[in-house]
């Protein structure tokens, strides 16, 4: 090949995509949803996942757009409600694997309730939460991630509520595998989207992304870029940040694996369930036949 001609696009993102559906894609030039989706679809690719073992389910948002460009069979559900279909699927085919792609407001305000149930139960979904601290699509109004004192349309002189940490949450409610990420660092990203496709059970991980044509308008970042130097220049390894103070830490966040632990998985629980309920059948009818006699 001349090498003065520009390079194919990357191979393994093209094999999953839906390339005949609305491109150039819905989102804003320069958001980094783009970004995250590549980054799992190049996971995705690196695993060999058939395509047919995934169902990509998403709620209402910039992020949840993301089934619409994904070769698999997907679900663009209601609002917060993608891990309640996520977890009918998983509960009615076992072997599938659900990928939820959500946002902060999708999944921590209406869905909030479900993401606390899902954690909990420790069902096998990965969860990738592109986290923008805004409600992109309807307006720009402030979610349960805003950082308080932050602008948004809703909150005009600074938000008073204090935000959620979406992976503490996600820890305490007994997630399975946690991990946090930015846009910003791609390749980091796609490994831990990697590893939280591999673990068993209810795997979290929250994106940091960014929303220049809102968030970042309203609080004087309307750059993508800016905003893409931020989360660089705010990031943390967790690695790194275990030697570091609080004074050191103030205004940063922690990225890589906050949690990775083996515990029960729901749906494997529950067929046990079912084992003992047959079983029990099987005992009565048996019983009731001798009785008959």
């Not at 076992?94 to 946002?103: F, Y």
């Not at 590893?195 to 750059?223: D, I």
């Amino acid at each position: 090949m001349d090498s003065t001609q520009p390079k194919p696009p990357h191979p393994v993102v093209y094999d999953y995509l839906r390339t005949n559906k609305l491109f150039p894609s819905v989102w804003c030039e320069g958001c980094s949803i783009g970004i995250i989706f590549a980054a799992l679809m190049r996971a995705i690719g690196r695993l060999n996942i058939p395509k047919d073992d995934i169902v990509m389910v998403s709620g209402i948002g910039c992020s949840s757009r993301a089934p619409i460009y994904a070769d698999f069979c997907a679900m663009h559900t209601t609002h917060g409600r993608a891990l309640t279909f996520a977890t009918g699927i998983k509960l009615a085919k076992p072997h599938l694997h659900p990928i939820v792609m959500t946002g902060d407001g999708d999944c921590l305000a209406i869905g909030g309730n479900h993401f606390i149930h899902a954690a909990r139960r420790n069902i096998d979904m990965t969860v990738i939460m592109v986290n923008n601290n805004i409600y992109g699509m309807t307006g720009g109004q402030y979610s349960p991630t805003t950082p308080q004192n932050k602008l948004s349309a809703t909150s005009p002189y600074g938000s008073v509520e204090h935000p959620f940490d979406p992976c503490e949450l996600a820890k305490g409610c007994g997630a399975s595998f946690v991990a946090r990420g930015t846009s910003y660092a791609a390749t980091e990203l796609d490994k831990l989207i990697g590893r939280a496709l591999q673990k068993r059970g209810f795997a979290f991980v929250e994106v940091v992304s960014h929303c220049h044509t809102l968030y970042g308008r309203f609080n004087k970042m309307p750059s993508a870029v800016e905003m893409l130097k931020w989360e660089r220049d705010h990031a943390v390894n967790v690695v790194q940040a275990a030697k570091l103070s609080p004074e050191e830490m103030k205004n940063k966040f922690v990225t890589g694996v906050l949690q990775d632990r083996d515990i029960p998985e729901y749906t494997e629980v529950y067929e046990q369930v079912i084992e003992r309920a047959k079983k029990r059948y099987a005992e009565n009818q048996s019983a009731a036949t001798g009785q008959g006699d």
